[in-house]
């Protein structure tokens, strides 16, 4: 828990973040990037931290000491929930949304394949009836009632 006498002070609060990341950084594996911040950036920033007044008594030191464990408890933390939640997302979850979605795909495989027979069944049974007949009938010409053309 942040000490509650820092916790307005933006340079402090500023301290605290750039802790918690260098050990992000170094439990993600990106030691070089935690090395940079704990060498170079948070060394100044505790520098100019150190030299704001303070109440009388304050042990500057102790609390210090005492945010950089809580810190480091806090990254662990959340490392080991991240761990638990991705272990119930990939033993529980997973499975029964990969179980979900083939039957999914499995019902539209089916309908579709369903359809196709259906389809297929009737183009069959239209090649196999006979022929339509024709709606408008026309006669026979004979060839009597052939046209005859007249020469005026």
Known sequence: MINRAYANDP????????FREACVLRRNGRHDESEHLLQTELPS?????????????TDRR???ETMFQEEQRRVEEAFFVQK????QIEEQLLPKLCFMIAEEIRDVVR????AGKNLAETLSRRKTQSPARPRV????????????????
């Open 45 to 57: 920033k505790i520098a100019t931290w150190s030299k704001q007044p303070m109440p009388v008594g």
């Open 11 to 18: 340079l402090w609060m500023s301290l605290v973040d750039q």
């Open 137 to 152: 009938h026309f006669d026979e010409l004979s060839s009597d009632d052939e046209p005859q053309l007249q020469v005026a």
């Open 111 to 114: 309908a579709e394949a369903q």
């Open 62 to 64: 102790s609390a210090l």
């Open 84 to 87: 638990l939640v991705a272990t």
